[in-house]
């Protein structure tokens, strides 16, 4: 083989690898534009309008779910590193290590007066003591530290789809005309500020990150429904918050619920 047929089969190799990630993944010029809150309104199919080549409108659904995986995964990446270590310098599970932190939960008021924190707490720390049955401490620490990074984008994902369709009911009863391919595809940018959340361990600077990153990725979230739904501001803020305010009211009800019911258990 010629060094010539080498650098062709290289260059083949790397247009591959673009072609690649330029499926899944908006180009980057994109991504910008949607974090500094740059979407147009997605026009009439009666009416095309020429449109940028760095316009987030040009990306896929395909594309913006590939770009939540990747977001997903490198927001998890420090704490997945930070999880291993924590858990192998005590030698055991992830989960475990972590259900140990639950010693301290005499600061707890809810807890305190339902009478139970100190059960929880001799729970926790009887359980954080436990060593793994089959694996080394480190490894076990690993696995079980390593399906939780795997889970961010899972749980992203899901709420990616869950919580978009509670947006768009919303927006479609206010008059949206949107289409779910082209909700779902602006909507997927506003994970792009959530990998500040990945810092969200390290004391002081993780409430920040996260308020910066919540702050943000709302922002992105309210202009991108709004460029989808051809709503306005207003509407367009009331349709991303009502499925939350709706969702925090049914888990106050909930456990409120659930909270009596554990009260009147311990009365009997």
Request: net charge positive.
């Amino acid at each position: 083989m010629t060094r010539n047929n080498l650098i062709a089969e290289d260059g083949e190799e790397t247009l591959r690898r673009r072609s690649w990630l330029k499926a899944w993944l908006p180009a980057r010029s994109r991504m910008l534009n949607a974090l500094q809150l740059r979407f147009e309104p997605v026009p009439d199919a009666d009416q095309p309008v020429a449109l940028p080549e760095e316009s987030v409108l040009h990306a896929s659904m395909r594309q913006g779910m590939g770009l939540i995986i990747a977001a997903a995964l490198i927001a998890g990446a420090l704490p997945f590193f930070y999880t291993w270590y924590t858990a192998a310098r005590l030698g055991t599970a992830a989960p475990i290590a972590q259900l140990g932190q639950w010693a301290d939960l005499g600061n707890v008021p809810g807890l305190q007066v339902l009478g139970v924190d100190k059960v929880l707490a001799e729970t926790a720390a009887t359980a954080a003591g436990l060593k793994p049955a089959f694996f080394p401490g480190w490894l076990a620490a690993g696995i079980t530290a390593l399906g939780q990074w795997i889970n961010w984008p899972l749980r992203w994902l899901g709420i990616w789809i869950v919580y978009g369709l509670g947006v768009l009911v919303i927006a479609k009863l206010l008059g949206a005309t949107t289409t779910l391919q082209q909700f779902y595809t602006l909507s997927s940018f506003a994970f792009l500020p959530l990998i500040l959340t990945g810092l969200g361990f390290i004391p002081c600077v993780g409430i920040v990150a996260n308020i910066v990153a919540l702050l943000w990725a709302l922002a992105v979230y309210v202009v991108a429904v709004r460029a989808a739904t051809k709503l306005s501001t207003g509407l367009a803020v009331l349709a991303t918050l009502l499925p939350a305010a709706m969702a925090a009211l049914l888990s106050m009800v909930l456990a409120f619920s659930v909270a009596s019911a554990i009260v009147s258990a311990f009365v009997r």
